[in-house]
């Protein structure tokens, strides 16, 4: 009898380790991190990636800095589909900002200008340093009669996305 208590007992401490050792369920783990685990998401892709890095950057900003107050929205939109990650939020946002802006477009707003250099920055895998020179006009007011074209830096980075293609990935102007 004694040796069925004893081997009942172990059998209860064998099954207990095994439980102990499956992981928790999702909720069980949400409940103790505040955190609910998810599977990644698929990878990102852009509607006109780039055969190159410096393409792509080039591509993106000239766009970026080439917009009238008819075309703003538009332009930002197409370059949130041919970018990824923060770059698409970023642009994604400004198209939203600048679709309904009445002081935009009441004052014929405009900006062009040119890439001037397009240079991977030191020690920093896929970062690129921009420097861009622009001009912004207006039709309807005299807010920037007699503004010179200014020099403009930004960080640019870019990531290959499947196929080899690069798009942009993130976008920070500097000045």
């Not at 102990?20 to 409940?31: L, Y």
């Amino acid at each position: 009898m004694t040796f069925l208590c004893a081997l009942a007992c172990a059998g209860c401490g064998h099954s207990a380790r095994h439980a102990a050792r499956r992981a928790p369920s999702a909720v069980a783990q949400a409940d103790a991190t505040h955190e609910y685990p998810s599977k990644p998401p698929p990878p990102e892709s852009a509607s006109n990636a780039a055969p190159t890095a410096t393409q792509a950057i080039r591509s993106f900003v000239t766009a970026y800095i080439n917009w009238n107050a008819r075309t703003v929205a538009g332009t930002m939109r197409v370059l949130a589909a041919d970018s990824i990650g923060q770059a698409r939020a970023a642009m994604t946002l400004a198209a939203a900002e600048t679709a309904d802006d009445y002081e935009l477009r009441r004052g014929g707003i405009a900006n062009s200008g040119v890439v001037e250099a397009v240079a991977p920055l030191s020690g920093h895998r896929d970062q690129y340093v921009v420097v861009t020179r622009e001009s912004t006009t207006a039709t309807n007011t005299t807010a920037y009669q007699g503004l010179r074209p200014a020099w403009h830096v930004a960080l640019a980075i870019v990531q290959q996305l499947a196929g080899g293609r690069w798009a942009l990935s993130s976008w920070q102007p500097e000045s």
